[in-house]
């Protein structure tokens, strides 16, 4: 009994330092494996059309020419307006977080003659506004810089591409007659495709609508504001805030305190809009990832490979999952993370109760 104990203990403990040992090496190889993950993440986006095309009769050669095309296009757009905007902004910065600095003071003696005394260095000590427009200005700083691994990105999809067309015939090769596992496997992925596809399109809109909102309300930066929301609304929770205070807070600096209000408006109606109509109409009961795993994953994989991490947290917590629910072992790890069994359990609770009334 005390050396199965002890073999037990082993195990788990050499399963815990093979973890940590990963994560390390993951976190070492942050510049080699953010450019793949990207690379992942765009040929997911791609692949429903490059299937499209080889469906309506168009050669592999030419279906992949004109998907390749189009990935060109929109990523030397992106580069474009993200390196414009985010060079004159980062000149502008500290011009933007003096100003800041003032109006907080001034908004302090207001409140000072109307017999309201805050202590004004006490707060900026703790609370500094100005951070939220670096934040942004990091985070977009950060993308641009994985952007100049272009090239490796690029050649990394055409391949993964090429391979997308005979993976399900090698994967059904390798498990063999395991087909439950190979069905399993292609609708968990088909799901995870479904998830990325949908979410860029919404991602899309609101950026769009974002950066016409503040145009119209005559904000600095419109685009470079769009290009954020765009990339933070992939990320869960949080992403949509992160992205609405830099804008708000340039909108109050640049114009006032009324024009902050509505910028911060737009973005409430917007994210209302997506997230409580047109994402559950899309999306149905989503991934099945419980609440705090979402939260978890988030700041786990924003740690180990930076904003990008962030942006893919839930795609590569789903292909985490997948490997979990693979495996009889280690299914159980799956079942914690998954949303469904809590809501039976507390479905379950309800009929009790009710039985019980």
């Known amino acids: 009994m005390e050396k199965e104990n002890y073999a037990g203990m082993l195990k788990y403990l050499v399963v815990g330092a093979s973890f940590v040992i990963i994560i390390a090496g993951m976190k070492a190889a942050q510049t080699i494996l953010v450019p793949f993950l990207l690379s992942v993440f765009i040929s997911?986006?791609?692949?429903?059309?490059?299937?499209?095309?080889?469906?309506?009769?168009?050669?592999?050669?030419?279906?992949?020419a004109s998907v390749i095309a189009i990935v060109l296009f929109a990523g030397a757009l992106f580069i474009l307006l993200i390196s414009a905007s985010l060079n004159d902004f980062s000149q502008a910065l500290p011009i933007y977080q003096e100003r800041l600095?003032?109006?907080i003071s001034e908004i302090t003696v207001l409140l000072e003659r109307s017999g309201i005394?805050?202590?004004?260095?006490?707060?900026?000590?703790?609370?500094?506004?100005?951070?939220?427009?670096?934040?942004?200005?990091?985070?977009l700083s950060g993308l641009g810089n994985v952007f100049s691994n272009a090239f490796l990105i690029f050649i990394t999809v055409i391949f993964i591409l090429l391979e997308a067309a005979t993976f399900h015939a090698k994967l059904s090769h390798i498990l063999g007659p395991l087909k439950n596992n190979i069905d399993f496997f292609k609708s968990v992925s088909e799901n995870v495709n479904r998830y990325m596809i949908i979410k860029t399109w919404i991602s899309l809109s609101v950026g769009f609508l974002v950066t016409v909102w503040l145009a119209i309300l005559g904000v600095d930066y419109a685009i470079l504001w769009g290009i954020l929301a765009f990339i933070l609304n992939f990320v869960p929770v949080i992403g949509s805030i992160l992205a609405s205070?830099?804008?708000?807070?340039?909108?109050?600096?640049?114009?006032?305190?009324l024009h902050a209000l509505l910028a911060a408006g737009g973005y409430i109606v917007f994210n209302i809009l997506m997230e409580n109509f047109i994402e559950p109409h899309f999306m149905g009961k989503g991934?099945?990832?419980?609440?705090?795993?979402?939260?978890?994953?988030l700041v786990f994989w924003g740690w180990v490979l930076g904003p990008v991490g962030m942006v893919l947290s839930i795609p590569?917590?789903?292909?985490?999952?997948?490997?979990?629910?693979?495996?009889?072992?280690?299914?159980w790890i799956g079942t914690l993370m998954d949303s469904e069994p809590i809501k039976e359990l507390f479905d379950n609770d309800d009929k009790d109760q009710d039985a019980a009334g």
């Not at 099945?288 to 979402?294: A, D, M, P």
């Not at 590569?316 to 299914?331: P, Y």
């Open 44 to 64: 997911i986006i791609c692949s429903p059309l490059l299937f499209w095309l080889r469906r309506k009769g168009f050669p592999m050669w030419a279906a992949l």
């Open 316 to 331: 590569l917590t789903m292909a985490v999952k997948i490997a979990f629910s693979s495996s009889e072992e280690t299914r």
């Open 117 to 139: 005394t805050l202590p004004h260095k006490k707060i900026l000590e703790y609370i500094d506004p100005g951070a939220a427009i670096s934040f942004a200005s990091n985070i």
């Open 245 to 257: 205070v830099p804008a708000i807070l340039l909108a109050f600096i640049q114009i006032g305190l």
């Open 287 to 297: 991934l099945g990832l419980s609440t705090l795993i979402i939260f978890l994953s």
């Open 101 to 103: 600095q003032e109006k």
